[in-house]
């Protein structure tokens, strides 16, 4: 059975940082994209950044510059380093996995932004 396991939300004051980990175990083969989404309250869940097998990297607007996104093809795992955090990041994260044509969603990590 497929696992995402996430770690590394929090709470955190604007200006700082963190690092968010997603292991993925269970069998998963050809992992086509790694990515990372999140969700605040009352909204939508949005795509933050995603990486493919082959290193092409897409951003929302909002992480270019601020945050990056990168994988550990060995290990399965994707990381997201987020600098310059903000009150308005402030979310639910993500991570999901595509892989053989299935898509994989995490169990989320809370992400808090406040001073």
């Known amino acids: 059975q497929v696992q995402l396991v996430e770690s590394g939300g929090g709470l955190v004051q604007p200006g700082g940082s963190l690092r968010l980990s997603c292991a993925a175990s269970?069998?998963?083969?050809?992992?086509?994209?790694m990515g990372w989404y999140r969700q605040a309250p009352g909204k939508q869940r949005d795509r933050v950044a995603i990486i493919t097998a082959s290193g092409t990297i897409i951003y929302t607007n909002s992480a270019k510059g601020r945050f990056a996104i990168s994988r550990d093809n060995a290990k399965n795992t994707v990381y997201l380093q987020m600098n310059s955090l903000e009150p308005e990041d402030t979310a639910v994260y993500y991570c999901n996995v595509i892989a053989a044509g299935t898509s994989y969603w995490g169990q989320g990590t809370q992400v808090t932004v406040s001073s």
């Open positions: 269970g069998g998963i083969f050809r992992i086509a994209v």
